[in-house]
């Protein structure tokens, strides 16, 4: 089947390579379109076999099924016609999600993780399912099955996805699984998607071993080509370190060396100086795994010429972040979950990415675990305090109300539905309604992110069954 490029007036960057290059667009038409997993939803009949739901940017933003003025959804699912498998409780379809343009025909393509599915009798072998965009936006036209060279139990393959131009092998972008031992590479080739390499990580040529949790890729040394970083729990020190292995490489990755890093990662350039910049999220421990447990805390990798721009050989990042650091909203406190997850891209029109930061086990009051979103400024001296803001579900203007255990902010993904230079907060709580789950959209101004005019929504809100099903436990970063 041949492949239908975009039409050069909407296209976008095939290939792309900076984080703002790369902007999740299946349909071509120069709005970013929204990726959201709910793994534990019920399709076909199953329950916990999951689906995703995609929402098209428009001129008027994002919006769901019943959005006026009207915009176009959809859901996806393995009881979808066309889609790769079939429904089954335990596969958590959509735990983990990514775009990118893996053929190169200017549209971007929808990667889904299914890390609980089982190879015939080999149990959470794991799969990953790519639906490719075309002028119509996804389609089951055109799909792609993904799975490890030799299944192994427990391996669960598409823990974590990512993809970008990591090399000049095609036009396309190349596309990363991770499972629990390193991930393997797939590059678009005569119409379909082959393996071209794997980078393990539980032995050499790191430092310390690692156990995959996140990927994200940028262009830290702005060779031309997209490089990628594996973010885990160390496996030396009983499993209570975190660490990152940097691979770049026009090439293709390699190993560079080793980063600290966190459970969840995001790329995007913060000082405005050409270089993506790393930013991870360690919610559980402070910078020294020797220290006490805190509130959690975000560290800062500053792109350059020579890539990472860091301070010595232990990866240490060029910056810190905790909720007790001068300007930021909040204080310090055991279970906060001050970056659990991580998101940047420019909320306010001023060149320089801008950071969400989840808080989800934050107190509202004497409310334990209602959760919050923190937002931090982009600089050309790296992220500031100054301006600082803070949302939560008491925040005038934001639905609902602070409840026990909602975990406001378990996700968080900034988007720019509207084209129009600023990006929007998704800020979800995957265990809202006992585990239903709800995402809320919070727009954005020239002076930031703002809660005045936001709204909330559910899977139910897309036309699929929103029961237990984490609606918001992955969105497309």
């Known amino acids: 089947m041949g492949v239908t490029a975009a039409p050069s007036a909407f296209a976008g960057t095939p290939g792309g390579t900076y984080a703002d290059d790369r902007n999740c ?3 071509g038409d120069g709005y970013d379109d929204v990726l959201t997993g709910a793994p534990g939803g019920t399709d076909g009949g199953k329950k916990g076999a999951g689906y995703v739901t995609v929402q098209y940017g428009a001129a008027s933003g994002m ?35 990514a775009s990118g343009d893996l053929d190169g025909d200017g549209f971007d ?28 936006g996804l389609t089951t036209a055109r799909v792609a099955t993904l799975r490890s060279a030799v299944p192994e139990a427990d391996a669960r393959f598409g823990l974590a996805v990512a993809a970008a131009r990591l090399s000049g092998e095609t036009a396309g972008d190349q596309l990363a699984v991770a499972d629990r031992s390193g991930a393997a590479l797939f590059t678009y080739d005569a119409g379909s998607l ?56 026009a090439a293709g990755p390699e190993y560079a060396r080793d980063l600290a890093g966190g459970t969840a990662t995001a790329s ?26 805190t509130g959690g805390m975000v560290g800062v990798h500053l792109g350059s010429a020579e890539g990472m721009a860091d301070t ?6 060029a910056q810190v972040w905790t909720q007790d650091s001068a300007g930021v909203p909040g204080t310090a406190e055991l279970g906060d ?5 991580v998101s940047l891209a420019d909320i306010d029109g001023d060149g320089h990415a801008d950071l969400a930061v989840g808080v989800p086990g934050e107190d509202i009051g004497t409310v334990a675990d209602a959760g919050g979103v923190r937002v931090l400024r982009g600089s050309a001296a790296g992220l500031t305090a100054s301006g600082a803001k803070s949302f939560d579900q008491e925040s005038a203007g934001v639905p609902g109300s602070a409840e026990k255990g909602d975990r406001w902010g378990g996700q968080v993904r900034l988007a720019d539905t509207d084209a129009d230079g600023r990006s929007e907060l998704l800020a979800a709580a995957p265990g809202e309604n006992t585990s239903d789950g709800v995402v809320w959209w919070l727009p954005a101004s020239t002076t930031g992110t703002v809660s005045t005019g936001s709204w909330s929504y559910g899977g139910g809100s897309l036309g699929a069954s929103g029961a237990d099903a984490l609606f918001g436990a992955s969105i497309d970063e």
């Open 25 to 27: 667009d299946f349909d």
């Open 63 to 97: 919006g769901t099924a019943t959005s006026i003025p009207r915009v176009r959804t959809a859901v996806f699912g393995q009881s979808t016609a066309g889609v790769p498998g079939s429904a089954e409780p335990g596969d958590g379809f959509g735990t983990a999600v």
């Open 109 to 136: 393509d929808a990667i889904i993780s299914l890390p609980g599915e089982d190879e015939g009798s080999v149990t959470d072998a794991g799969r990953v399912t790519v639906l490719y965009g075309s002028r119509n």
């Open 194 to 249: 082959r393996p071209t390499g794997r980078l393990d990580t539980d032995g050499a040529p790191g430092r310390e071993a690692l156990l995959p949790a996140s990927l994200t890729t940028g262009n830290y040394d702005g060779d031309g080509y997209a490089d990628l970083v594996v973010s885990g729990r160390s496996l030396e020190q009983d499993g209570r370190a975190w660490s990152a292995m940097y691979m770049g490489g």
């Open 268 to 293: 995007g350039d913060i000082d405005d100086d050409g270089y993506d910049d790393l930013v991870y999220g360690r919610p559980d421990r402070p910078e020294d795994v020797n220290e006490p447990l």
């Open 312 to 317: 010595d050989d232990l990866g240490t990042p």
């Open 337 to 341: 979950g001050f970056g659990a997850d």
